[in-house]
Nanobody, 121 residues
């Protein structure tokens, strides 16, 4: 089975930095895109950043210049480096990945359980 395990969430002061990690494990044949999403209370879940298997990245306008998504293919791990954090960045952050399971074969999207990021003013 495939699962994503997140780490790195927590509390941080405005202007501070935080790095999230998302490690995929299990019966993985390959991983295409990996992404980070977030959902704040009263808001829809939104895409924060995505990185494809070749390292090409896309960011939401709200985080451009502040957040950096990266990946370590050898570790099947994605990272989200968050700098210059603002209170409005407070949300539950979810990692996902488009993963080809060894047994299923076709690409499927898997989600982590989410990690809380709280930015205080």
């Amino acid at each position: 089975q495939v699962q994503l395990v997140e780490s790195g969430g927590g509390l941080v002061q405005a202007g501070g930095s935080l790095t999230l990690s998302c490690a995929a494990s299990g019966s993985i044949l390959s991983i295409n895109a990996m992404g980070w999403y977030r959902q704040a209370p009263g808001k829809q879940r939104e895409l924060v950043a995505v990185i494809n298997s070749g390292g090409s990245t896309t960011y939401a306008d709200s985080v451009k210049g502040r957040f950096t998504i990266s990946r370590d293919n050898a570790k099947n791990t994605a990272y989200l480096q968050m700098n210059s954090l603002k209170p409005e960045d407070t949300a539950v952050y979810y990692c996902n990945g488009d993963i080809r399971n060894t047994y299923i074969g076709a690409l499927r999207t898997y989600w982590g359980q989410g990690t809380q990021v709280t930015v205080s003013s």
